[in-house]
Nanobody
Framework: QVQLVESGGGLVQAGGSLRLSCAAS????????MGWFRQAPGKEREFVAR????????DYADSVKGRFTISKDNAKNTMYLQMNSLKPEDTAVYYC???????????WGQGTQVTVSS
């Protein structure tokens, strides 16, 4: 099992930046492909970004491409989401997700709130 804890959320003005962190414990992060998802009030959880087990491959939702950067430091067992040029529509609870190779089971963190004011 792996436990995931997000941090770094907060309130920021439009155009500002935040960096989210996801710390993993229980298993080494290099065994897991990982991602960020978000859920705004009244909406379903949606994909934001994903990164491969090695960190060498990334993918982004069109809505964040060019503004957000996902990365992971397997030595520190931590994944990051650098968010720049934030918009009010980025307001949501952001969740960290992990999936082991050959598995269909997802681990989730508890979420961290990001609020972007206009």
């Amino acid at each position: 099992q792996v436990q995931l804890v997000e941090s770094g959320g907060g309130l920021v003005q439009a155009g500002g930046s935040l960096r989210l962190s996801c710390a993993a414990s229980g298993r080494t992060m290099s065994n897991y492909a990982m991602g960020w998802f978000r859920q705004a009030p009244g909406k379903e959880r949606e994909f934001v970004a994903r990164i491969s087990r090695s960190g060498g491959s990334t993918d982004y939702a069109d809505s964040v491409k060019g503004r957000f950067t996902i990365s992971k430091d397997n030595a520190k067992n931590t994944m990051y989401l650098q968010m720049n040029s934030l918009k009010p529509e980025d307001t949501a609870v952001y969740y960290c997700q992990a999936r082991a190779r050959y598995s269909t089971f997802d681990y989730w963190g508890q979420g961290t709130q990001v609020t972007v004011s206009s």
